[in-house]
């Protein structure tokens, strides 16, 4: 099977969709991917809405119409106590208070409230870092508690969303659970203690939450309740007592909801509305009571799918073309969207960003690398056309003159009585120039039965020396021609294995274009040499040379350089390509050093059958 891209082209290729691929995931991590993994997220978030369930939790609200009941925000101590006193008959499992009670106020009401406190039992109050000073409990609330928890969201810079509630706040040489934590704990019964590991956090035997130490305080995904958490407000529950039900052996989270008293507020993901913060703290509790629990995809996962997604994109521009491919990348990246949903289905966070943007970023890549690779072998193709065609006309035009001869010759034969002399010269002067047409064909038959690699090379022992003093003999007359002295070293005794002929075609065709790519009264200089296991075949001229360009390509088919061509020259661009092809038969290579101007060398470097030529050849045999 022919190969669609060479090599070369596959691993540069391959090289740039790994950069993708690097780059893809490298720029998920940073933060201007999280944005548009949030938005992803919402959406599949809001896609697919869990199943209502029955609620665990409910939040007593301290809200505008409360406060103006009861004395406003001055009077929050007493509005907390009240909202203690009037949940005690509804027999609630755990009390979690969102709002922080730091300084010294009234006595008395610190008094009532301590007592409500500790006539309710389960009651975990909250403490907040603020300009790094923990804003604790007072002592006296804190002894009648049974836990303190923080009350930090996420801190979320990028959209102020709170998806997601860090478990631990850690800060001054002290830490604390997040409220909701403790309050979950309390209402499994007190005893249940918090036990952490790396990768998670576990209350009592059957809860353990996957939030791995992060450095951000073990961010845990909350999954909203769709039906929001049963909400009453204090005045609410003073106009109408049957409310109590609502809170009948739930856990209960007493907030400010009103504007005018609530520190924090964050926004939903759901509804994308403001909400406060007791509100994130009950739907993160129902997350652990219902143990829906999300966990954020590991950086393999992530590295892994992006690369499958690289590598189909790469195959497919690699397999199709055109439209077909477009198609193919259009399908892949539309499928990279599905990628977090089906991770989501799994409860698995999947960067959106990584996969949209490997898949983006590869097929980019892939498309107007295949463009690149198209329009070069398309220009090659051009060009081996072109040198094909000016090669073919040249054999056309070589031909003409030998055809005229032979078609001249033969028409006299038969139309005059010629003497017998005249008739002897005439058909070998017809057999030498059909002789001559016929290496002309077979030299172009040879290039590509050799390129094709159907033509068949003897593999014999033969003296090395012998055929390179041959082809400087054979050379020699045009040498003279052009006033250029052959100087022939002396070549060392070894035997070479392989096909004597063709290895003459080689010798000869280096010594034929260092006499004719150099001007009058120059030197050609011919050199062997055994150097380790090889021998090495030197031509050295003083002619027209080649730079670094032209020596790259000398060995390509028809491919003649400028100054070849201006130099007069004939020649058709082929003769080194066969050269090199039968060098490379022979297990060898060959090397040129060339300066433009001042003359070339042209190096034969093959292996050794033998040194000395004590050993008869062996006899033919064909491979
Ligand atoms: P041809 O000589 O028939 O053109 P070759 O395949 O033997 O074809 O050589 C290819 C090209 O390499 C030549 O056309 C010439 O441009 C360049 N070349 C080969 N040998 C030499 C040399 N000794 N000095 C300068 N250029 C050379």
Request: charged share 20%; proline share 5%.
């Amino acid at each position: 099977m022919k190969r669609r891209w060479p090599a070369k082209y596959r691993w540069t290729y391959a090289g740039l969709l790994a950069a993708c691929l690097i780059l893809a995931v490298l720029a998920s991590w940073t933060p201007f991917a999280a944005p548009i993994d949030y938005y992803a997220y919402d959406l599949i978030y809001r896609t697919f809405p869990p199943q209502n369930w029955e609620p665990s939790s409910a939040i007593l609200a301290i809200d505008e119409a409360t406060f103006t009941a009861s004395g406003g925000v001055r009077n929050l101590r007493g509005i907390v106590a009240d909202s203690i006193d009037a949940l005690a008959p509804a027999q609630t499992k755990a009390i979690g208070i969102d709002v922080l009670l730091p300084d010294d106020a009234d006595p008395a009401l610190d008094k009532r409230l301590a007592a409500s406190i500790e006539h309710a039992g389960n009651v975990a109050l909250s403490a907040q870092l603020t300009n790094n000073i923990w804003e604790e409990p007072l002592p006296l609330f804190a002894a009648k508690a049974k836990a303190v928890g923080h009350v930090h969201p996420e801190e979320n810079h990028i959209d102020g969303v709170g998806r997601r509630i860090p478990l631990e706040f850690s800060a001054a040489r002290q830490r604390h659970w997040a409220l909701m934590l403790e309050a979950y704990r309390l209402a499994q019964g007190s005893a249940a203690p918090i036990i952490e590991s790396m990768e998670d956090v576990r209350i009592g035997s059957d809860t353990v939450i996957p939030a791995p130490r992060d450095g951000q305080g073990r961010l845990m995904w909350i999954r909203h309740r769709p039906g929001g958490i049963p909400t009453v407000s204090l005045a609410e529950l003073r106009k109408d007592p049957a409310k109590l039900e609502v809170f009948r052996n739930k856990t209960v989270f007493i907030g400010v909801t009103a504007l005018a008293g609530r520190r924090d507020q964050v926004l939903s993901p759901v509804t994308g509305d403001y909400v406060s913060g007791v509100v994130i703290h009950a739907q993160a509790f129902e997350t652990v009571v219902q143990k829906r629990f999300l966990t954020g995809a590991s950086n393999l996962t992530v590295i892994a799918v992006c690369l499958l997604g690289v590598a189909l994109m790469g195959v497919a521009f690699l397999m199709l073309r055109g439209s077909l491919a477009l198609t193919a990348a259009g399908v892949l990246i539309l499928g990279s969207h599905f990628v977090p949903v089906l991770f989501f289905r799994q409860d698995i966070v999947f960067p959106f960003s990584a996969v949209f943007g490997s898949a983006l970023l590869a097929a980019a890549t892939s498309a107007c690398y295949q463009y690149f690779v198209i329009r070069k072998r398309m220009q090659t193709t051009e060009d081996e056309k072109e040198r094909y065609q000016k090669a073919i006309q040249w054999v056309a035009h070589e031909m003409r003159s030998p055809l005229t001869a032979i078609q001249g010759s033969s028409e006299m034969m038969g139309r005059y009585a010629l003497s017998e002399e005249r008739r002897k010269q005439m058909a070998s002067m017809i057999n030498a120039e059909s002789k001559r047409m016929a290496r002309m064909i077979q030299t172009f038959l040879d290039v590509e039965r050799l390129s094709e690699g159907q033509m068949e090379m003897k593999r014999e022992r033969f003296s090395a020396p012998d055929v390179v003093c041959l082809c400087v003999e054979r050379v020699m007359p045009l040498a003279e021609r052009k006033n250029i002295t052959l100087h022939p070293g002396e070549f060392p005794a070894c035997e070479l294995l392989g096909d004597r002929e063709l290895m003459e075609y080689a010798v000869y065709n280096l010594l034929t274009n260092a006499v004719k790519y150099s001007p009058a009264e120059t030197h050609v200089f011919v050199t062997a040499e055994v150097r380790g296991a090889n021998l090495r075949i030197a031509v050295a001229d003083q002619g027209i040379g080649m730079d670094k360009n032209e020596v790259k390509n000398i060995f390509r088919k028809f491919y003649r350089t400028e100054k070849a061509q201006k130099s007069g020259e004939a020649g058709t661009g082929i003769g080194l390509s066969i050269v090199e092809q039968i060098v490379t038969h022979h297990g060898g290579k060959i090397e040129v050093v060339s300066t433009p101007g001042k003359g070339s060398v042209f190096t034969i470097v093959t292996p050794v059958a033998a040194v000395g030529s004590a050993k008869p050849p062996i006899a033919a045999q064909r491979v």
